[in-house]
Structures are given as C-alpha cells and as structure tokens.
C-alpha cells in the first residue's frame, strides 16, 4: 500500500507521497526573489532556514494565476527543504500502486512528465505527481548537453 | 579496518603533516646557519616521530624512508658530517616524499608501491656509512623530549602484524609515540570541523532567536521573566563569542611552508631572499586562513620576482645582496591587517603609466591626470603586468587581480605602496570572520535587501543640489567633480526600477566605483550569511540570503555581480578579469557560462560566451571607415577591422544608432570587432538546450528570461564571413 497525502490546488485534486512530506506550514512573510523563475514564489524562514516556495500551479503550466494561498507542504530536496504552495490540504490515503493508472496521452507533456498515474476511486479525479520529477524540474540543471 | 583504527590513522596523518611542516621551516633555518642545533634537533625529533608511528602501524616503505632519512640526520647532528645547501635540498625532497606516501595512504588506508627507493639509495649514499651506523632510535639522549619519545622503539621492534593493515586496537590504547610535549593531560583535542561549522550556525541561530525575543520584551512586566530574560542575552552572546573562538588560529599556521617557498622561488629566480616573519600568532577564522594562502603565496611571488633584484643589481645599488621579505600579521579595529614588503626596486609610476597605456587599461589623458599612488595601484587592473619577461614564475598578466580579487570575494581590500629605489608593501585587510557579516539592511523597490559594508565606501542622499543625472540615458551622479556612474537595486536585481530613489550607496570593487540606487536603508546589522538553496542558485546577483530580527528573509547582494556590469558597459578591457574569475572559482564554473546578452535590430537579441571576448568599446556610428572594401575603426591608437553582425547574419536594414557597440574578438589570430546596436547585460547560466542551425556562426540557442537568445560563435562567425581577418597565425 502507498501512503498519499491529497491536496487541492486550482480546482484539482492532487497527490504527493505522504511519507516524503516533513510538515504542513502556514506561509508568513513570504520574501520574493527578483529575479528568480517564475514558478519560485519566494523565500520563506522555516525555523532559521531559508526555505524556497515553489508554485506548483506556474511550473506545471496549470491555466490559473499564481497561488496567492499561505499553506504549503514541505519536502526534502536532498539536504535541502523546499516547500510547496497549496490551496487546501484534505486526506491521508492508503492506496494499492495497483488501482494507479498511466495518465491519458492527451495529457500536457508537462503535467504527464511530472506525474506516477490517476486514481479513479475518489470522488474526483486524483493526480499522483512524482515529488522526484518535480524537484529535479524545478531547479536549474547542472549537466550541459 | 575498524572505527578506531581510521582515527588512529587520520591522528597519524595529521601530526605527522604538522611535523613536516616544522620539519621544512626548521630546514630552512638551518640552511641559513647550519650550526642552529635547535633547529637540527627540531628535524630529528620530527623524523623520528613519523617514524616510530609508521613503525608502529606497519608502514614499512614509510618507515624505511624515515629510518634512512634520520640515519643521515644523526650524523649531521653528531657533528660527522657538514649541513650543506645540498643536503638541504635531499631533506626537502625527503619531506615532499613522505608528503606524497602520507597522501597515498590517506586515499587508499594502505601504502603503495615503494616509489622511493631511488631517493632512499641518495640518502644512503649522503650518510656515507658503509659502516652499521647506530640506529639513532636507540641513542637519542640528546633530545630533550627524551621520555616521551622513549617508548618508540619498544613499540617498532614489535613484531609486525602484516604490512598493510592496522595494529590491533589494544596496541593502540597506548599513547601514539609524539616526539612532542603531547602528555595525557593535554589540553587539546582535535574536532572535525563539520561539527564545528555546526556548532557556530546554531550560535547564530540562537542569537537571532533572541533578537526576535527581544522585540516582545519592551511588553513585560514581571521582575521574573525581565532577569531570565537578561540572563539569557548575556550567555547566548558569550556563547556564540566562544564558539566563533573554536574556528580561530593563529595567522602562523598558514605561513609554515612559507620559508621553503620563498627559498624554492628566489633560487629560481637567481636571486637571494630571506623572509621575516612577524605577528604569526594573530588569530583569525581557519576558513580565512585557507582562503589566503594563494593570494599570499602569489603576492610572495610578485615580490621575488619583480620586486627584489638580482645579487648584483642589488650591490650595484648599495644593498645587501640579500633581499628581504617582512611579512606581517596584527589585530586593528575588529579587522586583520597583513602586510608584505620588500626592499626590492620598487614600483616605476613611469613605467606603469607606460604600460597601462600601451595595454589600453586607461587612456593617456587620464593617466596624466593621476597621482603616483594612483597609478602604482594600477598593478592593480586585469591584465597588467609590469615584468619585462614572462618568467616560469610570473608574469603571465594574471597577477595583482587575482590577488585583488580573492581578497575582495572574502569580503577584504588591498592597497600597494611604493617608493622606488626602496621597495613595495601590500596592504591586505580582511574581517576576522565570515560566518558574521557587517550589512547594510537597505530598501529598494519596496523590499529589503542586504548590503555587505565591506565594499561601502559612503551614502549620499539624492536631493535638488545633488540630482541624478543622464549621459546617454546613462544615470549618473557627480560626486565631488567625479562622474559616478549608477545602477537601480531593484532593476539590477531583476525586479522594477524603484520609483523613489533617494539614496546612492558609493561601492569600490573590483577596481570600479560606483553608485547603487536605493530607496533609503533601515539599519546596519550583523548577519548571518545563509545559502539560496538549489533553486535559486543561478542568481548571481546575491550573495545569499539571511535571517533579520524581526524574523524576515532578505536577499544579500552581491556587489561584485553588479560590479561586473558596471565594468561591462563601462568600456574596461573584461578579458582578464574573466580569466582571473575562472581562476578563482575553477570549481562551480564548470557548466555555467558567462554569456554577454547584445541586442540586434528591433528585436534580436544574441548571446556572446564572455571568454571570446577581448573588450568591449562604444563608437560612434561615424567612426566606422571602409578601406578597401574593409569596415574599420580607430580605437586607442590601433587600425580594428570591423564586421558588422547585421551584415553577417544579414538580418536587418534598421537604420544605424548613433552609437554601436564593438565586441572585440582575439580568437581569430587578428583582434575584429563585432559592431552591434547594444551590450545588454552579462548572464550566467548553463546553455540548455541546442541544435545545429544552418545559419553559419550560430551554435545553438538559450533561454534568457524567457525568451530564446541565439548563441553566436564568434570565431566562427568571423572566419565565415570575413575569412581574410582569421587567416593569419594565431
């Protein structure tokens, strides 16, 4: 069984791996960095370290305005933390990787790249991201092609 | 191997390095005044302390090497045999081989093959036995240090355990053989410094917690909480004051192989040159130690190199023949000074202002309006370089810069004086510490930002009598008759142009000064430099981000990003300083490129790898000539051929600005500007994505804020369209 949390962001359902998930914050004081990609909302101080706030709408290209939401989930990247803006977090489930379907190829690249699968059996739609993908796409490259 | 076995072996590692170190300054000693028995002791002990340890943990070509090496050592030190500069230099290899095995066996945990079996015959052959000379293990009772050094020999007659591995650990519980005054009730321990470092960011961290405390305290009341409250400032302060202690070291620590290279470089040179070293207790953090040491050791260079004469050049100018080096270390208001002068030649005003006009590093007009002092501090400029000869040991123009530079980047200055005929001293001044920042906390743009003072010269307030004004478009400010150019906060950042700018902040770096914009500053503070973290690690323009009191994030500028900028569009010669920054920061460079960003026509923009890049001059459209079919262009004194990008790529009829940019290109084997309609900006960042396109001269395309940016190759742009410019030798 996998443990995910579900969370809500611009009218979607969407899952992370609940183990993955270090705590769910409440953003104050939200520091912008001119400059900075568009899908990085800013900086954040989460216990005397400097935490970056993604926007997960921006980076997967959702047709929505950037989040203006203050609750965030936080994740490891690494030795490092980064945070992940959204609207509403609703449940912890248990599911079998096997009731996990591929994402239909009329999906955006985008969002397909980014995600494990679809899971039918909640009321609404439930998106599984893969937290890995996310991270790796979020941040700057190191290897030139 | 065990835990305890592998600190067995870093403890060995590190003692025995340290007692190499003593090993070569004690050696040079002893060239210098062969009778210094002292010193000669201080050698023996030390080669006898590596050896009874490498004895000990099964060593056996280390432990050979050493025997053979002290076999020689005894008898110099019983007097049978005269030091001589040859036997020096046999001792000095001796240590750079034993150096090398340490090296081996910190990789693998084991030794190699034996490598020096030649220079152990050398040693042999310079002992000149042939007779069983005593083991000097057994018959040391001239070393003072005697008791503790005696159970060394019990302990290497021992037998063996097998050649590679480690003894056992009971063996081990008995103290390490040190030739030193190390007791059981020494009062120091070895700490790794990772949990150093650790324990210094939570100092700080406690630190910033109170601070954040503090703001509720002006609200209570009771006597109680008021006196914890006291209490707890006045033992978070004292902590973190103790814990930054456990990173200083003496200044002297680093300069322990010093002698040995001044001796190794001046023999080089030809010359004769003595160092004297003065203040090496004084303490500053251990990271800053490290970070000094090649600016130091180039600076050394310099001096032995230009500065100090030949033996003759020096008699024939009533000196000693020997030069001399004095190297100086002190404590001054919360700041480390080091200076080091010599009384070689000295630095020529005339000769510098010369050579900076024949490089193009400022023109004639204004090096007849600078002082003598001004134009010493020249040497300062990339590429300069005074020497008459590239010698192996400098003189390639990478030089003062670079010294300049990596001081500046640990938050430092320098200054050169000069008298001629007399010699040199170059001032450093470097902050005690870095983990701790002195910062301005300005405003720009309606959001904060640090500024690290070390760079800020003045502020100076924006009024009616003192505006910002425009040359170009260019904004300016006149400070006391000079012409400061100025760049927004908030623009160079990346965020709007401040809409109320007030307050120009004067920042020295790098050579250039100039005006930071902002809107008004808050406080100075002392911060604590946090990293940006993955995402956000191509912004160059900060320094880091930090925690204030009032618990916010605020970005840290970076003044010597925006500095580079200032030098880009200011028409200074960038080659060298992209040299010297590859130079010093040879390790994250390696994907990122400096790309210099030109715009084309209405709407293209193009992307140069700042390394093709020679300089960067602005001409006036008129100043473009044919001849001969050939576009060219007169800058300082020099006949450039010119290729406009517009008719290279065959892009645009627009008409021509009144002014074009010229990127100037040495790769071709003849130096070509490249006109465009503008400079941009310099971006850092990794080329993402690229295809071959069948436009000649283009590589591939980046993503610059969004936007697709053609990358232009311009060696090959050059040899394509203009192939007579490229075809002569390189």
């Given at each position: 069984m996998t443990r995910l949390c579900t969370f809500a962001l611009a009218d979607r359902l969407l899952a992370i791996d609940a183990d993955q998930i270090r705590e769910i914050v409440t953003l104050r004081d939200l520091t912008a960095v001119p400059g900075s990609p568009r899908h990085v909302r800013g900086l954040v101080n989460l216990r005397g370290q400097i935490v970056a706030c993604i926007d997960l709408g921006v980076l997967l290209a959702f047709d929505c305005p950037p989040t203006s939401k203050q609750l965030a989930v936080v994740v490891a990247d690494g030795d490092e933390l980064v945070s992940m803006a959204v609207d509403r977090?609703?449940?912890?489930?248990?599911?079998?990787?096997?009731?996990?379907?591929?994402?239909?190829?009329?999906?955006?690249?985008?969002?397909?790249?980014?995600?494990?699968?679809?899971?039918?059996?909640?009321?609404?739609?439930?998106?599984?991201?893969?937290?890995?993908?996310?991270?790796?796409?979020?941040?700057?490259?190191?290897?030139?092609? | 191997m065990s835990d305890l076995d592998v600190e067995i072996l870093v403890e060995f590692l590190a003692e025995s390095r340290e007692n190499l170190d003593q090993m070569e300054r004690e050696l040079v000693v002893l060239e210098r005044d062969p009778r210094a028995q002292t010193a000669l002791h201080a050698i023996f002990r030390a080669i006898h302390t590596i050896k009874g340890t490498a004895g000990f943990l099964g060593l056996d070509h280390l432990q050979h090497l050493t025997h053979v090496g002290e076999s020689l050592l005894s008898r110099l030190r019983d007097?049978?045999?005269?030091?001589?500069?040859?036997?020096?230099?046999?001792?000095?290899?001796?240590?750079?081989?034993?150096?090398?095995?340490?090296?081996?066996?910190?990789?693998?945990?084991?030794?190699?093959?034996?490598?020096?079996?030649?220079?152990?015959?050398?040693?042999?052959?310079?002992?000149?036995?042939?007779?069983?000379?005593?083991?000097?293990?057994?018959?040391?009772?001239?070393?003072?240090?005697?008791?503790?050094?005696?159970?060394?020999?019990?302990?290497?007659?021992?037998?063996?355990?097998?050649?590679?591995?480690?003894?056992?650990?009971?063996?081990?519980?008995?103290?390490?053989?040190?030739?030193?005054?190390?007791?059981?009730?020494?009062?120091?321990?070895?700490?790794?410094?990772?949990?150093?470092?650790?324990?210094?960011?939570?100092?700080?961290?406690?630190?910033?917690?109170?601070?954040?405390?503090?703001?509720?305290?002006?609200?209570?009341?009771?006597?109680?909480?008021?006196?914890?409250?006291?209490?707890?400032?006045?033992?978070?302060?004292?902590?973190?004051?103790?814990?930054?202690?456990?990173?200083?070291?003496?200044?002297?620590?680093?300069?322990?192989?010093?002698?040995?290279?001044?001796?190794?470089?001046?023999?080089?040179?030809?010359?004769?040159?003595?160092?004297?070293?003065?203040?090496?207790?004084?303490?500053?953090?251990?990271?800053?130690?490290?970070?000094?040491?090649?600016?130091?050791?180039?600076?050394?260079?310099?001096?032995i190199d230009h500065g100090i004469e030949s033996p003759s050049d020096r008699l024939a100018a009533c000196k000693e023949a020997e030069g001399v080096i004095r190297l100086r270390a002190y404590h001054d208001s919360g700041q480390v000074h080091i200076e080091i002068a010599d009384d070689g030649a000295g630095i020529r005003p005339d000769r510098v202002r010369a050579k900076a006009i024949e490089r193009g590093v400022i023109s004639a007009d204004a090096a007849a309006r600078m002082s003598d002092a001004d134009l010493v501090r020249l040497v300062f400029q990339p590429g300069f370089s005074t020497a008459a000869v590239v010698t192996s040991v400098s003189g390639r123009g990478v030089g003062m810069d670079v010294v300049r530079s990596n001081i500046e980047k640990i938050g430092g200055q320098v200054d050169l004086a000069s008298v001629p005929g007399d010699g040199t001293t170059l001032r450093i001044t470097i902050p005690l510490t870095l983990a701790i920042l002195p910062?301005?906390?300005?405003?720009?743009?309606?959001?904060?930002?640090?500024?690290?003072?070390?760079?800020?010269?003045?502020?100076?307030?924006?009024?009616?009598?003192?505006?910002?004004?425009?040359?170009?478009?260019?904004?300016?400010?006149?400070?006391?008759?000079?012409?400061?150019?100025?760049?927004?906060?908030?623009?160079?950042?990346?965020?709007?142009?401040?809409?109320?700018?007030?307050?120009?902040?004067?920042?020295?770096?790098?050579?250039?000064?100039f005006g930071l914009v902002v809107d008004h500053y808050h406080d100075s503070e002392e911060i604590v430099v946090k990293p940006l973290g993955r995402h956000l690690r191509d912004l160059t323009q900060y320094g880091g981000a930090t925690i204030l009191g009032d618990g916010g994030v605020v970005l840290i500028v970076d003044a010597r990003t925006l500095a580079r900028r200032v030098n880009l569009l200011g028409e200074v010669a960038i080659a060298a300083t992209t040299a010297a920054r590859d130079h010093g920061a040879a390790g994250d460079a390696a994907s990122q490129r400096s790309l210099v960003l030109v715009r084309q026509g209405e709407h293209g923009r193009f992307a140069?790898?700042?390394?093709?890049?020679?300089?960067?001059?602005?001409?006036?459209?008129?100043?473009?000539?044919?001849?001969?079919?050939?576009?060219?262009?007169?800058?300082?004194?020099?006949?450039?051929?010119?290729?406009?990008?517009?008719?290279?790529?065959?892009?645009?009829?627009a008409e021509p600005a009144s002014l074009v940019s010229l990127i100037v290109c040495g790769r071709t084997g003849q130096r070509v500007g490249v006109a465009v309609d503008q400079v941009l900006d310099i971006v850092d960042l990794i080329p993402e994505r690229r295809w071959s396109n069948h436009r000649l001269g283009?590589?591939?395309?980046?993503?610059?804020?969004?936007?697709?940016?053609?990358?232009?190759?311009?060696?090959?742009?050059?040899?394509?369209?203009?192939?007579h410019l490229s075809r002569s030798t390189p």
């Open positions: 977090v609703v449940d912890v489930i248990e599911l079998d990787p096997g009731d996990i379907e591929p994402v239909p190829p009329t999906v955006p690249r985008v969002v397909a790249d980014s995600s494990i699968g679809i899971y039918q059996g909640s009321p609404q739609l439930l998106l599984i991201l893969d937290l890995g993908h996310l991270l790796e796409v979020s941040s700057p490259r190191l290897e030139v092609s | 007097g049978e045999l005269p030091f001589t500069p040859t036997l020096a230099s046999l001792l000095l290899r001796l240590v750079d081989a034993v150096r090398g095995m340490l090296g081996h066996i910190e990789r693998h945990q084991a030794e190699g093959a034996d490598t020096c079996a030649d220079l152990a015959a050398e040693l042999a052959r310079a002992t000149d036995d042939g007779s069983d000379a005593p083991t000097p293990a057994a018959a040391a009772p001239v070393v003072p240090a005697d008791a503790a050094v005696e159970p060394a020999p019990a302990v290497e007659r021992a037998p063996v355990v097998a050649a590679v591995e480690l003894a056992p650990p009971p063996a081990a519980a008995a103290p390490p053989p040190a030739g030193g005054a190390r007791t059981p009730t020494d009062p120091t321990i070895r700490v790794d410094v990772g949990v150093l470092d650790q324990l210094v960011n939570l100092a700080g961290e406690l630190v910033l917690a109170r601070n954040r405390l503090a703001q509720y305290v002006s609200t209570w009341t009771d006597p109680g909480h008021l006196a914890s409250w006291q209490r707890l400032h006045q033992i978070s302060s004292q902590l973190q004051e103790q814990v930054m202690k456990t990173r200083m070291q003496p200044i002297g620590a680093g300069w322990a192989k010093l002698p040995r290279t001044v001796r190794d470089l001046a023999s080089q040179c030809g010359k004769q040159v003595r160092i004297e070293m003065e203040g090496g207790e004084t303490e500053l953090d251990r990271t800053l130690i490290e970070a000094i040491r090649d600016p130091l050791t180039h600076a050394l260079r310099n001096a910062a301005l906390i300005v405003e720009s743009g309606g959001q904060r930002y640090a500024v690290p003072q070390a760079m800020l010269r003045e502020l100076v307030r924006i009024d009616a009598s003192h505006p910002i004004e425009h040359v170009h478009d260019a904004p300016v400010f006149r400070l006391r008759g000079r012409l400061l150019p100025l760049i927004d906060l908030a623009a160079a950042v990346g965020d709007a142009p401040s809409q109320h700018p007030r307050l120009v902040m004067v920042i020295a770096t790098d050579g250039v000064e140069v790898p700042l390394e093709d890049i020679d300089r960067i001059a602005e001409v006036p459209t008129e100043a473009l000539a044919r001849t001969g079919g050939d576009l060219v262009v007169q800058l300082h004194g020099d006949l450039l051929p010119v290729l406009r990008l517009a008719d290279a790529l065959g892009t645009d009829g283009v590589t591939g395309t980046v993503i610059v804020d969004g936007g697709v940016v053609e990358l232009l190759d311009l060696p090959g742009l050059i040899a394509s369209h203009a192939p």
